[in-house]
């Protein structure tokens, strides 16, 4: 599952259900509407920050923005990944995830 794809989806879900345009979310996060476009069709990764602004602007947790057991939701190790920077390649991002799935596994067995 592209987490990306899945938190613009929820982007999307929210706006409508609130009867928002994307031009009203945009100056909402003192943005554009391509970028608000952008997030939803998950060719933008959001930034904490902005996850953490959506979630006040939607009345929402953070956290109904992500998969839930039902949706297979992604790791920790998946999230921390995908939201580092926007310039980590999907490889890079794949590093990340061994590497902390590794440090889990080294702390389990301590």
């Given at each position: 599952?592209?987490?990306?794809?899945?938190?613009?989806?929820?982007?999307?879900?929210?706006?409508?259900?609130?009867?928002?345009?994307?031009?009203?979310?945009?100056?909402?996060?003192?943005?554009?509407?391509?970028?608000?476009?952008?997030?939803?069709?998950?060719?933008?990764?959001?930034?904490?920050?902005?996850l953490f602004e959506l979630a006040g602007i939607f009345h929402k947790s953070v956290n109904d923005f992500f998969p839930?057991?039902?949706?297979?939701?992604?790791?920790?190790?998946?999230?921390?990944?995908?939201?580092?920077?926007?310039?980590?390649?999907?490889?890079?991002?794949?590093?990340?995830?061994?590497?902390?799935?590794?440090?889990?596994?080294?702390?389990?067995?301590?």
């Open positions: 599952m592209d987490v990306n794809k899945f938190i613009g989806s929820q982007i999307k879900i929210f706006r409508e259900a609130q009867g928002m345009t994307q031009d009203q979310l945009a100056d909402k996060l003192g943005t554009t509407r391509q970028t608000i476009s952008r997030y939803e069709n998950g060719d933008r990764k959001t930034t904490q920050d902005v839930d057991e039902d949706n297979r939701a992604p790791s920790t190790a998946d999230v921390v990944a995908a939201h580092i920077d926007d310039d980590t390649s999907e490889t890079e991002q794949e590093q990340i995830i061994n590497f902390i799935e590794a440090l889990k596994k080294a702390r389990n067995q301590d």
